[in-house]
């Protein structure tokens, strides 16, 4: 069964626009991990957010986690060409067994 | 800064014939992951290692998939007889802590002919 999934699939957007994207899962988490990756490459850790927090920020990242809803969200604010990118909401699903989503394809056009 | 290391990054190996991807992990991480990602398809989780066995595993890892750490440095992912199917990009990725951040490799392109 799949835990996380990320909307939109793809997310086209102008440069300076702020970027929403959204997950979400199906049975009780510890935490969620948001990662990142460019075309081609590994995926790099962007954020974690634990069950008992609603708001985290980095940078101009901020994700927010309702754990009633079992969804979060990530948003990129100001975004940048270099933003252009596949995220990943990741979530447990066993003792140690992370699990990716589909992701969301995010493209900034200058 | 410290970081996963993988090897080789590109393979192109016939159907039936075995192959071994390496992985050297982060120095001072013990917990360890094989994912692949078929091109333009999800990351999918194969399995993950701790204290020198398996923790969890996939589906898709079957009994022509083993995983090693051989040396306290390396650790690998072998495919026994490959598959056409198997075609995809296999990422390593350690961590420091159990379900914590993972750090991922560059991956290694395996092309089954």
């Known amino acids: 069964s799949q835990q996380g999934e990320e909307d939109p699939q793809a997310l086209s957007i102008q440069e300076g626009e702020n970027a929403t994207m959204n997950c979400s899962y199906k049975t009780s988490i510890n935490n969620l991990q948001w990662y990142r990756q460019n075309s081609g490459r590994g995926l790099v850790h962007l954020i974690l957010i634990r069950s008992n927090e609603r708001e985290k920020h980095s940078g101009r990242l901020r994700v927010t986690l309702d754990t009633s809803k079992k969804s979060s969200s990530l948003l990129i604010t100001a975004s940048r060409a270099a933003d252009t990118a596949s995220y990943f909401c990741a979530t447990e699903q066993g003792a140690q067994k992370l699990v990716f989503g589909q992701g969301t394809r995010l493209t900034i056009n200058p | ?113």
Request: proline share 4%.
């Open chain 2, 1 to 113: 800064e410290p970081e996963v290391t993988q090897t080789p990054s590109h393979q192109v190996t016939q159907m039936g014939q075995e192959v071994i991807l390496r992985c050297v992990p982060i120095s001072n991480h013990l917990y360890f992951y094989w994912y692949r990602q078929i091109l333009g398809q999800k990351v999918e989780f194969l399995v993950s290692f701790y204290n020198n066995e398996i923790s969890e595993k996939s589906e898709i890892f079957d009994d022509q998939f083993s995983v090693e750490r051989p040396d306290g440095s390396n650790f690998t992912l072998k495919i026994r007889s490959t598959k056409l199917e198997d075609s995809a990009m296999y990422f390593c990725a350690s961590s420091g802590r159990d379900l914590g951040e993972l750090f991922f490799g560059e991956g290694s392109r395996l092309t089954v002919l």
